[in-house]
T-cell receptor, first 113, second 113 residues
């Protein structure tokens, strides 16, 4: 049973465009939703995270939108750059950030110059 | 800080052999996680330690896998005997108690022939 479903599997965006990655979850007990960024040959690194008491969180060019009723959240990358090319993972946990993370399967983003 | 250190970075072994993966968490971090990453299953939590004590090992696939954390600065993940289906990238991550972020190491790419 896949508790966190992520789409698309891969995404190609032109430089300057908007990249959008979506995730859906099933467990309403989840209360912490981070996004991780992974470059080839490296471990994942926390990019941005949100809790369900807010509907949106923005850090620079990266924004998480959260829809509690639909059990969905998404990552938007504005003004996408070639350096953003990486694999992005959404995740969810219960018990806040101290809970065990359940990861989506990842989205490979390629930003073309 | 050097970050989470994992060794070896690459391991190639033959089916039936014992494999030991090593992890040194970030100094001062008291939570340690072992993950496995494959194309088919994505990033899965295998086991989680808090203050050197295993808290949740429900993700350990079977008895062939074992993990230890003899002290706050060292952990091992052992597979005995190894099988081709164990081929994956294994990540170690650490977290400071009460903090949000898990810091991942660079991973060990294991190939079992």
């Amino acid at each position: 049973q896949q508790q966190v479903k992520q789409s698309p599997q891969s995404l190609i965006v032109q430089k300057g465009g908007i990249s959008i990655i979506n995730c859906a979850y099933e467990n309403t007990a989840f209360d912490y939703f981070p996004w991780y960024q992974q470059f080839p040959g490296k471990g994942p690194a926390l990019l941005i995270a949100i809790r369900p008491d807010v509907s949106e969180k923005k850090e620079g060019r990266f924004t998480i939108s959260f829809n509690k009723s639909a059990k969905q959240f998404s990552l938007h990358i504005m003004d996408s750059q070639p350096g953003d090319s990486a694999t992005y993972f959404c995740a969810a946990s219960k018990g806040g950030s101290q809970g065990n993370l359940i990861f989506g399967k990842g989205t490979k983003l390629s930003v073309k110059p | 800080d050097a970050g989470v250190i994992q060794s070896p970075r690459h391991e190639v072994t033959e089916m039936g052999q014992e494999v030991t993966l090593r992890c040194k968490p970030i100094s001062g971090h008291n939570s340690l996680f072992w993950y496995r990453q494959t194309m088919m299953r994505g990033l899965e939590l295998l086991i989680y330690f808090n203050n050197n004590v295993p808290i949740d090992d429900s993700g350990m696939p079977e008895d062939r896998f074992s993990a230890k954390m003899p002290n706050a600065s060292f952990s091992t993940l052992k597979i005995q005997p190894s099988e081709p289906r164990d081929s994956a990238v294994y990540f170690c991550a650490s977290r400071l108690g009460g903090a949000d972020t898990q810091y991942f190491g660079p991973g060990t790419r294991l190939t079992v022939l």
